[in-house]
């Protein structure tokens, strides 16, 4: 672990990957592993910019990234994105095919892509995205963009693990106003109306100044930063600098304020209670006597014998036995 850890510090994108698949593995050897590897590198994190993206599939979230990441990079950045594919209910796999849009930054040097599948986790991530992005901090990379699934309400999580939200919209605003999400709105950084080129740029200035009206309504989430709402053209690369600007702006007005910092502390209290969660989970599951308890508790609230309360009551019981 003391040797990998030296390589990702040193930029080894080989060392990051196998690190990465170490963290993601449900092996409880290799969980102890990642918790030790984690542990060394902590005080190489914390320094990059942290960006979530989401909007309904379409929307040109992967075209947008793979412009926005090669402008950065192109200025010095080094770019990692965490893209997030949505599983199958029935089979569990995923396409993972978000990284064969991304061209240039697939093959750019100062950018690192990994694909990964949700796994019927909520909220447009995985299990293991906080852990991936620490890796990639500490691997030097000083951007970290996390490309959602798009799934709407429960965009909550990614929100609460990332320090600038953006949302992209479709052109074409009005009856999509009654479609949008308040909690989603509510969680905003930032909107950006995708596609605003050629035709479509005067539709997407109108799109622009709807959802504008909309934001005005909403109480913003910090008194320093009113989310504000741009157009932009992920394929025309047009918009994108301002965009960039005004993440580096929302950075300093909350750094200002102690916002900033606040957040990121917030952030790893619900880390905590998240893995604690996730825990107490997998010790009921792992439990010697969880299989027939769990299996007879299915069947009898299933029959309409006890009621779903008393079972989960029951099973609980496990963890104190």
Request: aromatic share 4%; charged share 20%.
């Amino acid at each position: 672990m003391d040797n990998l850890a030296a390589a990702i510090c040193e930029g080894d994108r080989t060392a990051l990957a196998r690190a990465i698949t170490l963290v993601e593995s449900k092996h409880s050897n290799h969980q102890v592993l990642a918790h030790d590897l984690l542990q060394t590198l902590l005080p190489h994190t914390g320094k990059a910019h942290r960006i979530g993206i989401t909007g309904v599939p379409g929307v040109g979230k992967s075209t947008l990234i793979d412009t926005l990441g090669s402008n950065l990079t192109a200025q010095g950045h080094r770019v990692a994105v965490l893209a997030i594919d949505p599983s199958s209910q029935r089979t569990g796999g995923s396409i993972l095919g978000d990284k064969t849009r991304m061209e240039r930054l697939s093959i750019d040097r100062s950018a690192f892509i990994r694909p990964s599948p949700s796994s019927g986790t909520l909220g447009g991530v995985t299990r293991k995205t906080r852990e991936t992005m620490f890796l990639c901090e500490a691997a030097g990379f000083d951007v970290i963009i996390v490309e959602t699934v798009g799934i709407g309400q429960s965009e909550t999580a990614v929100a609460e693990m990332v320090d600038f939200f953006l949302i992209l919209m479709l052109i074409g605003a009005g009856d999509e106003l009654q479609g949008i999400k308040k909690g989603v709105l509510e969680i905003a950084d930032m909107i950006a109306i995708n596609k605003a080129d050629g035709a479509n740029a005067e539709r997407a200035n109108k799109a622009a100044a709807e959802y504008r009206g909309a934001l005005n309504i909403l109480t913003p989430l910090s008194p320093n930063w009113s989310p504000p709402v741009i157009t932009v053209s992920g394929m025309q690369n047009t918009g994108l600098d301002q965009l960039w600007s005004e993440v580096l702006r929302h950075r300093l007005a909350l750094s200002q304020s102690g916002e900033w910092q606040e957040k990121r502390q917030e952030q790893q209290v619900r880390w905590m209670w998240t893995l604690l969660e996730d825990g107490l989970m997998s010790r009921l599951r792992n439990h010697p006597d969880a299989e027939a308890k769990i299996s007879q508790a299915e069947n009898d609230v299933r029959a309409g014998r006890l009621t779903a309360v008393n079972a989960a009551a029951d099973l609980l019981g496990l963890l104190s036995a």
